[in-house]
């Protein structure tokens, strides 16, 4: 899993001195790509040729099939596969439904990546959902989404994975072979928080001292992911082919027979799954998107669900239900039963290099969608932050401010709380989406909008049935006990139509609450939309002087 990411912008490109220690990162990026970009309505493959106001780059596309495959897989592939495997057989608690679990999020997965796919290549400007919502509802939703990737998902997909990484380190500083479950381990309360903010904060400092550190560390990392996943299936099959098939014989007694359970534990597998709608924040980079964006959805999505499934055989294979049901660290635990304590020691450093890599990739994209936020709408980030420290080319202040975010979210230190909110958070968006793609089939003004590639109707309304109930299922399942961290996030990503509306919608009310701030500005978006109305009037001027000029060559 990894968090939402916009990975076509080229960050890395020099800036502009004017003089000052910082400079804004806005004229040297590219914002046909931005998740934010409200320069130009519904930007569709028919209507490419609209002339914005603000003279753009033009992106070349670059990425051919195979490239977009390793994209997905790279941006799929993360922690979830190392830490989810627990919680979901905790709660189906038979193999076979476990594995039923995983294929179908596989699925579901690749269904909803195929409505993204006719999507991307109707609304060919890149961003992903915010483009799709934005066009589907209008502007105030698409911000919805923005604000709660910046202040929710993100950060709490980062908190996740810095919470797995310390759960591996603290396993190993706590290891003791002769309690491989560690049931008797009395590791501190607090260790594990500390460690994933410790974890957090080594990130933002990797990247605020350098602007290829990030790079480093992400190219560096994502090997040890691929190594530890390859090594986990080659064993799993080594002890099949020994006779180690005791856990799969009768694999669906015992099986949950609460439907609530299941739509949980489809959360935790759907989590290791997210990243199969970020090819489409890039789009246009992808050449002949047409083809090779939904063949690269199928490919990548058929390859991931074959390698977590597979992944979970070789648990089951080669671990306990019991073990697997109860450990937030199986990998550590199927390398202690592979090869001893050096086995356990391996599989838990290289979930530790892939979760550290993990979190840098997240990091890095969120303080890219925090400049995108403050340079080109600035509804709800001020412009401070998106500036570049002109030595270090690196955006300093909007990492703090990420680190800042990612550690609140750290503080509940528990890796299935954070999981649940980051996939409500995401399948609520996904459906919303979705829905919005069924609309505009049939909305007059865009029902006829080209479309190189359409999914099957009945396939786009299953996906929605279907996350209606994954959406509200964990809801119910959590009890008034539990329900309060979802009401959390509802909370907070409703607080942005409040802030659309004094800061968009009637900025005269943001100006009187908040113009005695120093500093206090009015949105970008309201200057861009002056602009584009200046622009339209002076298009409608000449044309009425052409037509004027025209009808009196004609008298003549």
């Not at 500083?173 to 410790?198: C, H, Q, R, T, W």
């Not at 401010?401 to 709380?417: K, M, S």
């Amino acid at each position: 899993m990894t968090a939402h990411h916009n990975a076509s912008q080229d960050f890395d490109a020099p800036a502009q001195s004017s003089g000052a220690s910082i400079v804004s990162y806005s004229n040297q990026k590219n914002k046909q790509n931005s998740i934010t970009s409200i320069e130009s309505g519904l930007h569709t493959s028919d209507n490419q040729s609209f002339k914005s106001v603000v003279d753009e780059p033009v992106v070349v596309p670059h990425m051919g099939l195979l490239s977009s495959c390793n994209m997905i897989v790279g941006l799929i592939i993360g922690s979830g596969i190392f830490a989810s495997p627990g919680p979901v057989t905790l709660r189906v608690q038979a193999v076979g439904s476990s594995l039923i679990v995983w294929a179908i999020g596989g699925l579901l997965s690749m269904i909803g990546a195929l409505c993204y796919a006719e999507l991307g290549t109707m609304i060919t400007k890149s961003g992903g959902e915010y483009q799709y919502l934005k066009s589907a509802y209008g502007f105030c939703l698409g911000l919805t989404f923005s604000w709660s990737n910046l202040l929710l998902s993100n950060p709490i997909g980062t908190a996740s994975i810095a919470t797995v990484f310390a759960q591996y380190i603290m396993e190993m500083a706590y290891f003791d072979p002769e309690d491989p479950d560690g049931a008797n381990a009395k590791m501190p309360s607090y260790g594990i928080k500390l460690v994933s903010i410790a974890c957090i904060w080594t990130v933002v400092l990797f990247n605020a001292f350098g602007r290829k550190a990030g790079a480093m560390v992400a190219n560096i990392f994502t090997a040890a992911k691929l190594l530890a996943l390859a090594m986990i299936i080659i064993i799993g099959w080594i002890w099949l082919g020994k006779g180690h098939t005791a856990n799969f014989q009768n694999g669906f007694n015992n099986s949950s027979t609460n439907a609530l359970d299941y739509g949980t534990a489809m959360y935790m597998a759907l989590f290791s799954y997210n990243g199969w709608n970020n090819l489409n924040y890039g789009i246009s980079e992808v050449k002949n998107p047409q083809r090779n964006l939904p063949l690269a959805i199928t490919i990548s999505c058929l390859l991931v669900t074959t390698v977590y499934v597979l992944s979970n055989i070789a648990y089951f294979a080669t671990l306990p239900i019991s073990t697997v049901a109860n450990s937030s660290t199986v990998a550590m635990q199927l390398g202690l039963v592979a090869w001893g304590k050096g086995g356990a020691y391996f599989f838990a450093l290289m979930v530790v290099l892939s979760t550290f890599g993990a979190v840098n990739g997240n990091v890095w994209a969120a303080s890219r969608l925090v400049m995108t936020a403050a340079n080109e709408d600035s509804v709800y980030m001020p412009p401070f932050f998106g500036k570049l420290d002109e030595k270090r080319q690196t955006p300093i202040w909007a990492l703090v401010l990420v680190g800042i975010i990612a550690t609140i979210w750290c503080i509940p230190g528990d890796f299935t709380y954070l999981a649940k909110m980051y996939s409500f958070i995401n399948w609520f968006f996904y459906g919303i989406t979705v829905l919005g793609l069924i609309i505009m089939r049939f909305r007059k003004k865009t029902k006829h909008l080209h479309r190189p590639f359409k999914i099957w109707l009945p396939f786009a309304i299953f996906f929605c049935i279907i996350d209606i109930y994954l959406v509200i299922a964990p809801l119910i399942d959590a009890g008034s006990a539990g329900v309060y961290q979802y009401i959390i996030c509802i909370v907070i990503g409703l607080l942005a139509i409040p802030i659309w509306y004094i800061r968009v919608k009637k900025p005269a009310i943001g100006r009187s609450l908040f113009g005695w701030i120093p500093g206090y500005q009015d949105a970008l978006i309201l200057e861009t939309r002056r602009k584009k109305e200046e622009h339209k009037a002076a298009v409608a001027s000449e044309e009425a002087e052409a037509s004027y000029d025209l009808d009196e060559k004609t008298e003549l």
